[in-house]
């Protein structure tokens, strides 16, 4: 599987599709040719966290037409990207998933 392969895999359960100019952000830094893999792979997770997720975000949650309506889990794709971050040790940006719980005490 390719590195493109592998993104458009993982973000096809979140209903999300790319565009050439969402690719281009990630191949500044590897070759969308290159099969995914061990060596390539905190490349790839760190160029998601860093340029394209949060591009992802900036898209509407949901779109409707003529009584249609496709919505996205912006929830779960913030979550990954918090995963995303802690795993690359890029700077999450976009807030924390911290859960105040201190009521339950």
């Known amino acids: 599987m390719t590195v493109k392969e ?3 895999s993982k973000f096809g359960g979140f209903g999300i599709t790319f565009s050439d100019a969402d690719f281009a952000d990630i191949s500044t ?3 969308l040719n290159d099969p995914f893999s061990e060596e390539n792979r905190i490349v ?3 160029q998601l966290a860093k340029f394209i997720i949060p591009q992802l975000l900036l898209r509407a949650k949901s779109v409707s037409e ?7 889990d912006n929830d779960a794709l913030m979550k990954y990207y918090a995963w995303l971050c802690e795993l690359t040790g ?3 940006r976009l807030g924390s998933f911290i859960d105040d ?3 339950n005490w």
């Open 44 to 46: 790839v997770f760190t």
């Open 101 to 103: 719980i201190s009521d």
């Open 29 to 31: 830094s590897v070759d």
């Open 90 to 92: 890029v700077e999450n």
């Open 66 to 72: 003529n009584g249609f309506t496709i919505s996205w």
């Open 6 to 8: 592998y993104i458009v």
